[in-house]
């Protein structure tokens, strides 16, 4: 079946650096891919909605200059964190949809993110 | 704008009980699904089920059994016979059909299930 492809699974890196995440559908075009994040212990929240060949939707609250989103091909989104804090750390999961009507959405494995 | 509430944070039970899930959402939409997803420890979502808000049928997999009553906006979930594989956290979501929308999931808090040998 379809599946999303998400790398790192797990990444630790120095506050200030900056870190990017690829979500990659493997066998099916994904014109529209999601980013969502969860804290310990929390919901996951949308951040922002990635369009092949667009600028990025982002959620009220979301800083579109410190989470970068590019979605340069049908396949492929990442997801950069600029100047990582720890605040950052979480786990970031990312999620498309097949461009067909109503058709499956499939998630990641997920990121889980920490900031030293 | 759309919300799904799960009031119960966490649920402890002992093998073999059942256990119910509860899910209360709001939508201002007149089409809609309705999703349940499991996420254990290692966290990736596994997902369970999606309901179009069209069909009220009540779906049984396995030890897994939905009640979907959209005249009270919920939509809950029953593991029958529960094990301790069960233990994860559970969310129930939402997402509308219009075609930008779709896919957007808004999630519930979670409910945490723990089940003890």
């Known amino acids: 079946g379809a599946v999303v492809s998400q790398h790192p699974s797990r990444v630790i890196c ?12 493997l066998d099916f075009q994904a014109t529209t891919m999601f980013w969502y994040r969860q804290f310990p212990k929390q919901s996951l929240m949308l ?11 982002y959620e009220q609250g979301v800083e579109k200059d410190k989470f970068l989103i590019n979605h340069a091909s049908l396949t492929l989104s990442t997801l950069t964190v600029t100047s990582a804090h720890p605040e950052d750390s979480s786990f970031y999961i990312c999620s498309a949809r097949e461009d067909r ?16 | 704008a759309q919300k799904v509430t799960q009031a119960q944070t ?20 007149t089409t ?10 290692s966290g990736e979502l596994v997902f369970l089920i999606r309901r179009n808000s069209f069909d009220e049928q009540n779906e049984i997999s396995g030890r897994y059994s ?14 029958t016979a529960s094990q301790v594989v069960d233990s994860a956290v559970y969310f129930c979501a939402l997402s509308d059909l219009t075609t930008d929308s779709w896919g957007k999931l808004q999630f519930g808090a979670g409910t945490q299930v723990v089940v003890t040998p």
């Open chain 2, 66 to 79: 939905w009640n979907f009553q959209k005249s009270t906006s919920s939509f809950n979930f029953t593991i």
């Open chain 2, 10 to 29: 966490e649920i402890s039970v002992v093998e073999k009980e059942d256990v119910t899930l509860d899910c209360v959402y709001e939508t201002r939409d």
């Open chain 2, 32 to 41: 809609y699904y309705l999703f349940w997803y499991k996420q254990p420890p």
């Open chain 1, 101 to 116: 009507a109503r058709s499956p959405l499939h998630f990641g494995n997920g990121t889980r993110l920490t900031v030293t």
């Open chain 1, 14 to 25: 120095k506050s200030g650096t900056s870190v990017k995440i690829e979500c990659r559908s």
């Open chain 1, 47 to 57: 951040m922002a909605t990635s369009n092949e060949g667009s600028k990025a939707t």
